[in-house]
C-alpha cells in the first residue's frame, strides 16, 4: 500500500491534486462545506494509488476506523458511457 | 428545489453522491457521471465491496456491451443512495467494472433521475431538480415488499447530514 506522507495533514483538494498528481487518493476526515458538490475545506489523504483496485485494501482498512471513507482521482476525468443490455 | 452545481468545463457532467454499507452506517462519497442515456445507475464492484456487499446479494447478473467487448456486472439494492439533494433507499444499481482511466466510481442513470424533473444549465454549471413523485412514476418504479408485506419507502435523513428529500 502507497501511505501518503504526512499522513496526519488536513490538505485541501488542490493541496492533494498538487502532491498526488493522477492518483487515486484516499481521503478521511473531509469536512464538506456542501455535501451536494465535490467541496470540501480539507481531508487527510492516508494512501494514493495509480490504480483504483490497488486502492480498495486501504479504503477497507480506513473504515476500521472512520464512519466514511472517500476515494477520488485527483487527474482528469474523461470517457464515453457504456450502454447496458440486462440478461 | 435542490440545485447541483457542476464544472462546465469539462466533458462531462461530473455531479457527487453517497452510497451506504448495509449496516446504514459506513458511507462512501461518489463521484458520478450524470448519464441520461443511461438505464442503469452503475457503481464500481469494489465500491461495493469495500461497503460489505457481496455478488451473491446481487439480484440478476447483468451484461454490458461496449466497444470493447461484453462484460458481465451484477444488479444490488444497496440501503440508501443519494445525489443531486435526493435520496433513494433499498435503490438498486448495477455493478459494473469502468475503465480504468476515467476516474470516476459511477454513472447516475434513469433509475435514479426518472423520479425526479431536472433542468440541466450547461452553460451555467447547474442542476435544478425538483422531486416528482406521481402515481404514474409509482407505477413503473417496482419496489421490493418487506418481510412485512410493506413497500420500502426511504430512509431517514443521517443525523447530522445534509437533510437529502426522500424520493
Not at chain 2, 443511461?38 to 466497444?67: C, F, H, K, N
Not at chain 2, 431538480?129 to 413503473?140: F, K, Q
Request: glycine share 10%; net charge positive; with cysteine.
Amino acid at each position: 500500500m502507497a501511505r501518503a506522507n504526512g499522513r496526519g495533514e488536513q490538505l485541501t483538494w488542490d493541496e492533494i491534486c498538487e502532491r498526488f498528481p493522477d492518483e487515486w487518493v484516499v481521503l478521511v476526515d473531509t469536512s464538506w462545506v456542501n455535501e451536494q458538490d465535490f467541496e470540501f475545506g480539507t481531508a487527510r489523504v492516508v494512501a494514493h494509488h495509480k490504480r483504483r483496485k490497488d486502492a480498495s485494501p486501504a479504503v477497507k482498512a480506513a473504515f476500521q476506523n472512520h464512519d466514511e471513507v472517500g476515494c477520488f482521482w485527483t487527474g482528469a476525468i474523461h470517457g464515453a458511457s457504456p450502454r447496458l443490455s440486462l440478461s | 428545489m435542490k440545485v447541483t452545481r457542476f464544472d462546465a468545463d469539462r466533458d462531462l457532467i461530473i455531479v457527487t453522491g453517497r452510497v451506504w454499507g448495509p449496516h446504514g452506517r459506513q458511507w462512501r462519497p461518489l463521484r458520478l457521471v450524470l448519464d441520461t442515456g443511461a438505464a442503469e445507475t452503475i457503481i464500481l464492484p469494489e465500491v461495493l465491496d469495500e461497503l460489505g456487499y457481496s455478488p451473491s446479494q446481487g439480484e440478476a447478473i447483468t451484461v454490458m456491451r461496449s466497444a470493447v467487448g461484453r462484460e458481465e456486472g451484477y444488479l444490488i439494492r444497496v440501503t440508501r443512495f443519494t445525489c443531486l439533494g435526493y435520496q433513494a433507499g433499498d435503490f438498486r444499481v448495477h455493478a459494473h467494472d469502468l475503465p480504468e482511466g476515467w476516474g470516476i466510481e459511477g454513472l447516475i442513470g434513469l433509475s435514479f433521475l426518472k423520479q425526479l424533473n431536472y433542468e440541466v444549465r450547461s452553460v451555467e454549471g447547474r442542476i435544478l431538480v425538483r422531486r416528482a413523485v406521481t402515481d404514474a412514476v409509482r407505477a413503473r418504479t417496482p419496489r421490493r415488499p418487506t418481510r412485512s408485506g410493506r413497500l420500502r419507502g426511504s430512509l431517514r435523513n443521517r443525523p447530522g447530514g445534509t437533510p437529502e428529500q426522500p424520493i
